[in-house]
């Protein structure tokens, strides 16, 4: 009885919509297998994520350092260029924007002025930090000849320019070292081969020094003299020439043209009475020119000889 193995008892049918359908040994053995499969695949998957890992880890250190070399790089080349755009060299461009009387100014004279003027600046070496209108005004205060003086970094390249303007000159200035236009203010503006239309010529015989940029005569003495040349020329007598005679300083000789005689005038006196009184003694006269000259250095009164 004790040794009688137990039979199995049968189960009892399954209620449909109630019991679970009963698992089978095969069922079993199935889900064993897939479930180990999976479990080995998920440990192969972990380590090769973690080795890929690890050789990310690796590689990134190397990768950042290229990256912070490359972008360094780019920067140095940057500035560079920015540098090289930026800067200026002390070597001036001089360009003449207006020149009424197309008389030869010494430009090599405004390079250098303005090429001392930025060497004495570091901020004057580059386009952002330049004093461009200090620059101009001391242009401008050492050649007062120049009526207009404006400087300008470039839009490509490095050296600035200058761009620079006189004004129509007052007169003529001959003297024995060469021929000059002079201002209205009796500056020296530039050396000139020919005379110019319309421009009084005035002579001067003393050996003075001539400096381009010099105040070489009063201004109110070529203002006497613009005066008196355009009375004189209005009223149809026509001045070849002004004379500044070298044994009286104050005295102004005007040279007709056409005729022998000169006619004298002062030069601390009116200059529109004196040329009136001339315009007025030589119609008296009429066809009894006088020989040699008619003096009008006393005013109200005219002489003639």
């Known amino acids: 009885m004790w040794g009688r193995r137990k039979q199995k008892q049968p189960q009892a049918p399954l209620v449909p919509g109630r019991d679970r359908p009963r698992r089978t040994e095969a069922a079993r053995q199935v889900y064993s297998y897939h479930s180990s499969r999976s479990s080995t695949l998920s440990g192969e998957n972990v380590i090769a994520r973690a080795t890929r890992s690890g050789d990310e ?7 950042s350092a290229l990256q912070q070399v490359i972008t360094w790089g780019c920067v140095v080349v940057i500035g560079a260029c920015a540098v090289k755009v930026l800067a200026l060299t002390p070597h001036a461009k001089v360009v003449v924007s207006s020149n009424e009387a197309h008389v030869q100014l010494p430009t090599e004279s405004y390079a250098e002025t303005t090429d001392t003027l930025i060497r004495r600046s570091v901020l004057n070496r580059n386009k952002i930090t330049l004093d461009a209108n200090g620059i101009a005004k001391s242009i401008a205060r050492q050649h007062p000849e120049l009526t207009s003086v404006v400087v300008a970094p470039p839009l490509i390249g490095n050296r600035p320019v200058v761009y620079v303007a006189t004004a129509r000159p007052a007169c003529v200035l001959q003297t024995p070292s060469g021929s000059y236009t002079v201002s209205d203010a009796g500056y020296i ?21 001539v400096v381009v940029g010099k105040q070489y005569l009063a201004g109110s003495t070529v203002g006497f003299v613009s005066a008196v040349a355009y009375q004189l020329q209005k009223a149809g007598v026509h ?15 005007a040279r007709l043209a056409g005729v022998s005689y000169y006619v004298r005038f002062n030069l601390v006196a009116d200059a529109m009475q004196q040329s009136g009184g001339a315009i007025a003694t030589l119609d008296q006269l009429g066809q009894n020119p006088p020989r040699e000259y008619v003096d009008m250095r006393v005013p109200g009164r005219a002489y003639y000889r």
């Open 189 to 209: 503006l530039a050396r000139t081969e020919t005379n110019i239309a319309e421009v009084p010529l005035l002579r001067d015989a003393s050996n003075r020094p």
């Open 239 to 253: 001045v070849e020439s002004f004379e500044l005679p070298v044994k009286a300083p104050y005295e102004l000789v």
């Open 57 to 63: 880890v690796r590689q990134q250190p190397a990768r």
